[in-house]
T-cell receptor, first 112, second 115 residues
């Protein structure tokens, strides 16, 4: 089955630690996105990438970093510089020339 | 930049009734308006979308209407069922964002359908 997979589903991090969230897709989609979701709020764009080895900051990029070494993969690192990292993180992908975006199942990150 | 406002934040209906969720957008250049359904602990799922060259689109019990002049669009769910209970998000995208595929989301509506 084709799809977009995020792992892990739940992640706990100690304050001061970096943590990396995985996002993999086998849909052969060109663009990939990371969104953050907080309770009672809409999704906010962190980073996005339209092609391999290129990515752009979204609206709330501070404290996050990404890489796009392969078309299938777009990992997100939440660094210690992110002051309030506890949230639900969603990855999405989109095929070039199309506007529809498809989401993974999300990773819930909790700082302990 | 684009701003999307969504109302109401919570909506409770009886099974079989209709539900309507409304969104307004600020950028008159926006031309793509998807609606997503998110069940608890899961990622959003695209349920219907509309482009600015049409005023209404329907898919079984779900319909979306768009008023470009007023810059608002609405989701209509008829004959609601308990499995329609979820959080619904609207979003908008403008042409210069289409290439990047960036979507600006509303705040979400938690729909509860009571049996």
């Amino acid at each position: 089955d084709g799809g977009i997979t995020q792992s892990p589903k739940y992640l706990f991090r100690k304050e001061g630690q970096n943590v990396t969230l995985s996002c993999e897709q086998n849909l052969n989609h060109d663009a990939m996105y990371w969104y953050r979701q907080d309770p009672g709020q809409g999704l906010r764009l962190i980073y996005y990438s339209q092609i391999v080895n290129d990515f752009q900051k979204g609206d709330i990029a501070e404290g996050y970093s990404v890489s796009r070494e392969k078309k299938e993969s777009f990992p997100l690192t939440v660094t210690s510089a992110q002051k309030n990292p506890t949230a639900f993180y969603l990855c999405a992908c989109r095929k070039e020339g199309r506007v529809e975006a498809f989401f993974g199942q999300g990773t819930r990150l909790t700082v302990v | 930049g684009e701003n999307v406002e969504q109302h109401p934040s919570t909506l409770s209906v009886q099974e079989g009734d209709s539900a309507v969720i409304k969104c307004t957008y600020s950028d008159s250049a926006s031309n793509y308006f998807p609606w997503y359904k998110q069940e608890l602990g899961k990622g959003p799922q695209l349920i219907i979308d509309i482009r600015s060259n049409v005023g209404e689109k329907k898919d079984q019990r779900i319909a979306v209407t768009l008023n470009k002049t007023a810059k608002h669009f609405s989701l209509h769910i008829t004959e609601t069922q308990p499995e329609d209970s979820a959080v619904y998000f609207c979003a908008a995208s403008s042409p210069h964002d289409n290439q990047g595929g960036k979507l600006i989301f509303g705040q979400g509506t938690e729909l509860s359908v009571k049996p």
